[in-house]
């Protein structure tokens, strides 16, 4: 089910299942996506491939390269920015650097019962929304329906890792230092220079951070700049001289230092095992 607006906005709700999974590869780069796994599947993110189980929500941009390897049965919600842009309306939604923007790692959100019957219900309202005539009230009732999903699976993330257990403006500055990494990874390296962006301290960002229990915001650089050049070095035909400059090194061997350090591989050993399908995901899967 496609609804296409007077300008070019696009919203795609789909049943996935063996006959269509391709749809989940099909995405441009001004696209977001979910993906609700109803039945155990396995997909290729980013060269890796992941298996997951029913009923978790795997949040994607456009800038995600996705294979499917076998998807029994899934749901697929993907919006454009005219249609919705989730940046212009964080106010309201409050995704940015959770959901979309922000993270080095995939977000995946673990439905428990009660989420998975919140969601089972407002998919249903979309979907025979969907399928009415459009109308000029239409666009705006599926912006609603889409807004409150994201709503939805930003509280549902936000609990699964802690971040509403944070007060509000430690949980705000994680959210914005994760976005501002995703807009200046390529030639901003040092957590100073976010600092300087959000005019705090380094310290005070490493204390939110220390909230979480996990990654620090060092780790959050270098992973985000560690996936891009997997990206990079997978997905298309640059040097690697080429990608160190596009990823803001000043030379090839210090690209290939930072990379083989957070990698445990050279750049031109990655591209060879990834074309041979000997990249490994951290569980063990290969692809």
């Not at 590869?25 to 290729?44: P, R, V």
């Not at 189980?53 to 499917?68: A, N, P, R, S, Y």
């Not at 666009?139 to 257990?165: A, G, N, P, V």
Request: charged share 30%.
């Amino acid at each position: 089910m496609i609804f296409a607006g007077p300008t070019h906005e696009h919203l795609q709700l789909e049943l996935i299942s063996t006959s269509n999974s391709n749809l989940v590869e099909e995405q441009d780069k001004s696209e977001l996506a979910f993906i609700w796994i109803l039945e155990k599947a396995e997909l290729i993110i980013d060269g890796v491939q992941k298996s997951f189980e029913k009923d978790q929500v795997i949040c994607l941009t456009g800038f995600h390269e996705v294979k499917e390897v076998e998807i029994p049965e899934a749901r697929l919600i993907k919006f454009n920015r005219p249609f919705f842009c989730v940046l212009d309306h964080d106010s309201e939604v409050g995704c940015k650097g959770i959901l979309f923007y922000g993270s080095s790692t995939l977000p995946v959100i673990n439905l428990d019962e009660a989420a998975k019957a919140k969601l089972e219900a407002l998919w249903n309202v979309f979907s025979m929304e969907m399928k009415e005539a459009q109308d000029t009230l239409q666009l705006e009732m599926l912006q609603m329906l889409l807004k409150r999903f994201l709503i939805l699976c930003t509280r549902f993330y936000s609990s699964q890792i802690d971040l509403d257990q944070m007060d509000s403006q430690k949980s705000n500055l994680v959210r914005e230092y994760n976005f501002l990494v995703e807009m200046h990874f390529r030639e901003k390296h040092q957590v100073a220079d976010y600092a300087d962006l959000l005019f705090k301290s380094p310290k005070t960002i490493s204390n939110a951070f220390s909230k979480l229990g996990e990654k620090s915001p060092l780790s959050y650089i270098h992973d985000r700049i560690t996936l891009e050049a997997r990206r990079l070095l997978g997905y298309t035909d640059k040097s690697v001289k080429e990608i160190g400059y596009e990823l803001g090194f000043e030379d090839i061997q210090s690209f290939s230092r930072f990379f083989k350090k957070n990698d445990g591989c050279s750049p031109s050993d990655y591209r060879e095992n990834f074309n041979l399908g000997k990249i490994d995901n951290p569980q063990g899967n290969r692809v």
